[in-house]
Every structure is written in C-alpha cells, then in structure tokens.
C-alpha cells in the first residue's frame, strides 16, 4: 500500500489550504482513513478520521475549520483546512487502517501557516 500526501506549503495566517493523499489500492479496502500532524518536539496527534462507512471524526480543538472528505473514484481523502493558525503548522500524515493488513503511512506534507 502507497499513501501520498500533497497540497502542503506556507499561507499566511487566516487563509486554506487542501490537502490529498492518495491511495494506491481501493480505499475501501481500509476500515478507517485519517489525517495526523507532528509540530516539531511534540507528538503525532489524529486531525480527523474517515471510516469506510462514512463516519467521520476529528480532533476537539478543529472541529469547524478542517473537513475531512473523499473521493472513491480517485482513491483519494482530503483535508479541508480553514482559518489556518500559527500552530496548526506541522508536518501532515494520511494513514490507512486495515485489520487484515495493518496500518499504512504516507512520507508526510509540510503545512506552515505565517503569522
């Protein structure tokens, strides 16, 4: 399994960015899709997640400025991020879960927001 993020970059404080991660086989194939994030010197944190089903969640502090969402047709999940902050900087990670497979990574994408 092959995850890769793109849409990363620098934005200045209050503005979006959307980032992909595209999936080498049918995402259905994963129970459970997400996004995480790693700021320097602290610990990777889940953003949001998408089960197969369509459920979705996400960290308490962004709900209502990141939508996760997907595309089956691309096999692909997005991340929404509006009203980007300073501290939502980090590097993004897609990841994919399968009990029969395990868990995937993507190489990450950097998100920097300028204040």
């Known amino acids: 399994v092959q995850l890769v993020e793109s849409g990363g970059g620098l934005v200045q404080a209050g503005g979006s960015l959307r980032l992909s991660c595209a999936a080498s086989?049918?995402?259905?194939?994963?129970?459970?899709m997400g996004w995480y994030r790693q700021a320097p010197e602290k610990q990777r944190e889940l953003v949001a997640g998408?089960?197969?089903?369509?459920?979705?969640n996400y960290a308490d502090s962004l709900k209502g400025r990141f939508t996760i969402s997907r595309d089956s047709g691309k096999n692909t999940i997005y991340l929404q991020m509006n009203s980007l902050k300073p501290e939502d900087t980090a590097v993004y990670f897609c990841?994919?879960?399968?009990?029969?497979?395990?868990?995937?990574w993507g190489q990450g994408t950097q998100v920097t927001v300028s204040s």
């Open positions: 990841k994919a879960e399968s009990t029969l497979t395990g868990d995937s």
């Open positions: 086989v049918n995402i259905f194939a994963f129970d459970t």
């Open positions: 998408i089960a197969r089903g369509g459920n979705r």
